[in-house]
């Protein structure tokens, strides 16, 4: 038979696979580029990983590609084995992975739009401040030259971690390499990207959200494939971008949970980056004052390099954590009389507040004060939340939404009453307390993408506003000045939950939230209303110390056998009659084959089960 290359080629297929195909003119050179070939009655974009000379397949019945795509390079081998690893890592099908990688301008039937980057007007350059000795020895511990290293920059909440990524990148760059900056979504806002492009006012950046245009994103991918984009700073999703001349990573805020993806490809981006840098032999930096677990449980036994900032840059100190013992006070609105004075106090001295509720809407609940009915989600084992100025009853699980009922549907009561508080009830609350006070909420009702956060910004720092109440949003590193007081509310359920995460989440988070007082010269307090003030984690709050708590959490998780001493696998079934889901975890439980060290549970319901 005639000689007929075969393209082996990757689809977005949850198969684990590749397809093939015949090109008459395909050259090994193809593999990387993106091809066009029929699938079923339709035509599918995949890539060519490999261009061999014979198939598995009788070749006579393979089909024709329809058309390589040779308007971008070729993707290169350490991006296969970037998708290679997470496949197998993360039990993906390796065609998911690559086509998942991306952007969704490079997958569509026709070309992409090639226009060249947006000119950017450069920003007035602005003059480094002078490190502090901390910050020194931090930007000295890394060196950029060196082949790969693991640091984990553990810097309490202002001590100035950003500057020493920007020292860090400036070194970087000027060996001529590029750079990977990896945030947490919500923390990718105009402005950070506007103080890097001050620091930076000759460097090609490109910036990569999945909430971005998509011309706009395949530009940005583009840029940095091409290594046109020097800087490029993103969301998780951006640790898939090829950069053929990568020299550092950052990952700020490690711990934050967007950087995993919970949904479709599951995968965590902090870890792709740690094996990234180590497959480009460059160093990789994850920052945060309240590392996750298992990357302090790394910096302890000296697989990462911990360096630490246990000052804040500006000078400032360390806001002082009181605790309010809620179990004898008598609470209006879920506010007790400390939190009310202390709230009222700062706004009578001028200073910001934040009210911290790690629940939107008005109430978590709807009851009937009679018979104890409380309103559900028809469809899931959850309360419904009550939205009052929507004046509907919302399930924040599945989205279904209902009219408020004017009585109560079981005994016909008609005094039915929120129960708990969740942001719109304690805004309502705070303009009662301070009248007058300009009160911002910011939770996903009314902060939906970025540009709400410019406009937040602008406002605190024009001293438009002067309480800002809202949910964990409140949480992530956000530099607020002129903050003095913040109030934490309803925080306890977190030391109750199921989830064997959930106190080192509570943790970090007020940690967190705690750290946004105090910046800017004025002391700050933080007050936390807890039944439980006796509790380790208040205690540790109290001291600021996560290490203290950090040794104790992992103490019991190698107690319990819990990650980091050990590695969970989950197996998860979905079926419209719970019993099947059920029936089939457990033959699979059964039959599964005996491995030594590995344990297997018993299959339980998930914790918010669908009603049948
Ligand atoms: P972190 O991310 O560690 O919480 P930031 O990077 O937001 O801290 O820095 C906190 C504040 O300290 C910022 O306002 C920043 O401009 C300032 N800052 C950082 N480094 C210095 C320094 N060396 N001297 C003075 N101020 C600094
Ligand atoms: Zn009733
Ligand atoms: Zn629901």
């Not at 019945?61 to 081998?77: F, N, S, V, Y």
């Amino acid at each position: 038979a005639e000689y007929m290359p075969v393209l082996r080629v990757a689809l977005d297929l949850p198969l684990h696979r590749l397809f093939d195909y015949v090109a008459e003119s395909a050259t090994p050179a193809d593999v990387g580029l993106r091809v066009r070939v029929p699938f079923g009655r339709g035509e599918r974009l995949g890539v060519i990983v490999e261009v061999a000379v014979d198939s598995d397949w009788p070749v006579d019945q393979l089909k024709p590609a329809k058309e390589i795509l040779r308007d971008l390079p070729p993707l290169t081998a350490d991006f296969f084995r970037l998708c290679q690893f997470a496949s197998t890592y993360y039990q993906a099908a390796f065609g998911e992975v690559v086509m998942q990688a991306l952007p969704v301008g490079l997958k569509r039937i026709d070309p992409p739009d090639r226009r060249n980057a947006r000119a950017t007007k450069s920003p007035p350059p602005i003059q480094p401040p002078q490190l502090t000795d901390e910050q020194a020895r931090a930007v000295a511990a890394v060196d950029p030259a060196a082949g790969f290293s693991a640091h984990l920059l553990h810097g309490v909440t202002g001590s100035g971690k950003t500057e020493v990524y920007l020292r860090l990148i400036d070194k970087t760059l000027a060996l001529g390499r590029q750079v990977l900056l990896l945030v947490p979504e919500i923390n990718l806002t105009p402005q950070l990207e506007a103080r890097f492009r001050a620091r930076f006012p000759a460097t090609p950046m490109a910036i990569l959200t999945s909430h971005q245009p998509d011309r706009a994103r395949s530009e940005a991918w583009v840029a940095a494939w091409q290594g046109r984009a020097r800087l490029v700073i993103g969301t998780r999703l951006a640790v898939f971008t090829p950069l053929p001349e990568l020299g550092l990573i950052v990952v700020d805020e490690e711990h934050d949970a967007s950087f995993k993806q919970q949904d479709g490809l599951r995968y965590s981006a902090r870890d792709l980056a740690i094996w990234r840098a180590h497959q480009a032999s460059v160093p990789v930096i994850l920052g945060s004052a309240t590392p996750s677990l298992e990357s302090w449980q790394h910096a302890q036994d000296g697989r990462y390099r911990l360096i630490e900032l246990t000052r804040r840059a500006t000078g400032a100190s360390l806001p002082e954590v009181r605790l309010i013992d809620i179990r004898r006070l008598p609470l209006e609105d879920g506010l007790s009389p400390p939190a009310r004075q202390a709230l009222v106090s700062a706004r009578q001295r001028g200073e910001i507040s934040m009210v911290f509720v790690n629940r939107r809407g008005y109430a978590p609940a709807l009851a009937c004060t009679d018979c104890g009915w409380i309103a559900g989600c028809p469809h899931c084992a959850v309360k419904l939340v009550l939205h009052l100025r929507e004046r509907r009853l919302r399930c924040h699980h599945c989205g279904h939404n209902e009219a408020i009922p004017l009585a109560c549907p079981d005994c016909g009561n008609p005094d039915i009453k929120p129960l708990g508080q969740g942001t719109q009830r304690i805004e309502a609350a705070l303009h009662q307390l301070l009248p007058g006070s300009r009160i911002r909420r910011i939770d996903r009702d009314t902060v939906s993408h970025r540009d709400a956060w410019d406009d937040i910004y602008r406002e605190v720092h024009a001293g438009e506003v002067d309480v800002l109440v809202g949910t964990q949003m409140l949480a992530k590193g956000h530099d607020f000045p002129a903050l003095s007081t913040v109030v934490a509310l309803n925080v306890d359920g977190g030391l109750y939950s199921p989830d064997f995460r959930a106190s080192e989440m509570l943790f970090a988070q007020l940690l967190q939230v705690a750290g946004r007082a105090g910046r800017a010269g004025i002391p700050g307090t933080v007050w936390v209303q807890t039944q439980l003030p006796e509790h380790p984690l208040y205690q540790a709050l109290v001291r600021h110390d996560y290490p203290g708590f950090a040794a104790s959490l992992l103490q019991e998780r190698q107690e319990t056998g819990f990650p980091p001493f050990c590695h969970q696998f989950v197996l998860r079934a979905d079926a419209p009659q719970r019993s099947d889901a059920m029936a089939f975890l457990q033959q699979i439980s059964t039959t599964l084959p005996l491995i030594d060290g590995v344990t297997v549970f018993d299959p339980m319901p998930a914790t918010l089960t669908r009603l049948e």
